[in-house]
């Protein structure tokens, strides 16, 4: 059974900075997804990682996958207000794509001004 | 840009009451999921659809719950027996079938059981 852990589970930042957020997941998972939630909506997909060393970036959001430690980042460089939300990775086990996704508990993110 | 769709976005039904709720996945997309989030927890996978059949589904999706493609274009996920623990948020997601694209998610249904 797949299981995934995210943190820290909550994070407050101020403007400017820079922070990780971090994804450990227990057994080999094909495919890594990181969504953003924010409050009373739905998941929006941000990146897919499919391969030990991918790198995906877009804006001031960096995600990367270490298959080997079974780790995925989600890097946020000089942080800006409007990406205050909730982050969540999620993985997925065995081959397909009907496979239904096991979600971490997520990173509730604020930023301050 | 094409986008899922869910209704209705709220229902409050009371226990041991049917519920059903509906989505539009993409129009060209072949693969389709359940999920709900309890309120201020994690999402949690229900059931996946595809080719008109279940493909998956987790310990959650027992037999209260059943979904069905009735028409080509919705998707539905009835609860035959509302539980108050049924309370969630319930998205529908869909994927085109390529491992490489991402599950895109509807605007969900918050369901109140009382």
């Known amino acids: 059974e797949l299981k995934v852990e995210q943190n820290p589970l909550f994070l407050s930042m101020q403007e400017g900075k820079n922070y990780t957020i971090y994804c450990n997941y227990s057994t080999t998972s094909d495919r890594l997804y990181w969504y953003r939630q924010d409050p009373g909506k739905s998941l929006e997909s941000l990146f897919v990682l499919l391969s030990n060393g991918a790198v995906k970036q877009e804006g001031r959001l960096m995600a990367s996958l270490d298959t080997k430690a079974r780790l995925s980042t989600l890097h946020i460089t000089a942080a800006v207000h409007d990406l205050s939300a909730t982050y969540f990775c999620?993985?997925?086990?065995?081959?397909?794509?009907?496979?239904?996704?096991?979600f971490g508990k997520g990173t509730h993110l604020i930023i301050q001004p | 840009e094409p986008e899922v769709t869910q209704t209705p976005s709220h229902q409050v039904t009371q226990m041991g009451q049917e519920v059903i709720l509906r989505c539009v996945p993409i129009s060209n997309h072949l693969y389709f999921y359940w999920y709900r989030q309890i309120l201020g927890q994690k999402v949690e996978f229900l059931v996946s659809f595809y080719n008109n059949e279940i493909s998956e589904k987790s310990e959650i999706f027992d037999d209260q719950f059943s979904v069905e493609r009735p028409d080509g274009s919705n998707f539905t996920l009835k609860i035959r027996s509302t539980k108050l623990e049924d309370s969630a948020m319930y998205f529908c997601a869909s994927n085109i079938g390529l491992a490489r694209e991402t599950q895109y998610f509807g605007p969900g249904t918050r369901l109140l059981v009382l």
């Open positions: 999620a993985g997925v086990y065995s081959g397909g794509g009907a496979d239904g996704l096991t």
